[in-house]
């Protein structure tokens, strides 16, 4: 049952990804339908105890990650989608994927800045940004995500997915 369940993530996943690829966005249908499933099979296959783990997964994933939002250094579909994934691999594999992601996230970013040759530049703004924090004139969002550019964000869904992948053929497999 649990390569059933691997499987409807690993779909999931894969339409999440797609829809970032097309749209940057995420649709609250597919985070809502994979995240409910995640916790009716967690539900149906380890009882109580795998519900409870599927909701505290998710939630800690919340928790962690609705500030990055706030600020905007990620984007509502980041969130849904850690969020769905935890609903199926619970407290420990939403650890793992949050790690292993923004490790993942980090490669990509640097191979993009390099690519794009806006690496010193990328990387003085997050010094600004930070000195204008540390300052004290507030904390204003990181990016404006509403309108992404082309060699300054990544599509992050890809690396949650392939951090989810990652812990199931690490600890499932």
Not at 97 to 112: E, H, N
Not at 119 to 124: D, G, H, I, N
Request: hydrophobic residues 55%; positive net charge.
């Amino acid at each position: 049952m649990q390569t059933f369940m691997d499987g409807v993530l690993f779909l999931f996943l894969s339409a999440a990804v797609w829809m970032d690829l097309c749209s940057y966005k995420v649709s609250n249908g597919i985070a809502v339908a994979a995240a409910a499933s995640g916790l009716l099979l967690n539900f149906g296959c380890f009882g109580r105890e795998g519900f409870l783990d599927a909701l505290a997964g998710s939630l800690l994933l919340f928790g962690i990650l609705f500030p990055l939002y706030c600020f905007s250094m990620l984007g509502a579909g980041d969130v849904k989608l850690f969020m769905a994934a935890g609903a199926f691999t619970g407290i420990r594999g939403s650890l793992f994927s949050l790690a292993a992601s923004f490790l993942i996230g980090a490669a990509f970013s640097v191979t993009v800045m390099i690519k794009h040759q806006n690496f010193f530049k990328r990387l003085s703004y997050l010094y600004f940004y930070f000195l204008q924090i540390k300052s004290k004139h507030g904390i204003k969002p990181y990016y404006p995500l509403k309108y992404p550019v082309q060699g300054e964000t990544i599509h992050f869904t890809l690396c949650i997915a392939l951090a989810v992948c990652l812990y199931i053929g690490l600890w499932r497999g």
